[in-house]
């Protein structure tokens, strides 16, 4: 299972836990990933989605439908 957001494309970073002595060790930054399904009326359907929460606050600013559309678009949107 893929930890990539489906509407915003947002997707694990790399990054150092850094110590008290300023040791670093390697970690990784993942994103907050929720699985919702999402009624979308133009569709007449549900669909399910992987969003984290900057994709959620999307979908609730511009609408669901738009939101696909956009992720569609921009190639984040594979398959729901």
């Known amino acids: 299972m ?10 694990p970073i ?3 836990n850094v110590s008290h002595s300023n040791k670093k ?3 990784t930054f993942v994103p907050n990933l929720r699985i919702k399904k999402f009624y979308v009326p133009e569709w007449d ?6 969003v984290s929460a900057a994709g959620l606050r999307t979908i609730t ?12 678009k921009d190639g984040n949107l594979n398959r729901w």
């Open 2 to 11: 893929s930890k990539v957001c489906q509407i915003t494309g947002k997707k």
């Open 14 to 16: 790399t990054g150092h």
């Open 25 to 27: 060790t390697n970690r």
């Open 45 to 50: 359907e549900w669909v399910v989605l992987k």
């Open 61 to 72: 600013k511009k609408g669901v439908y738009a939101a696909i559309m956009d992720a569609a």
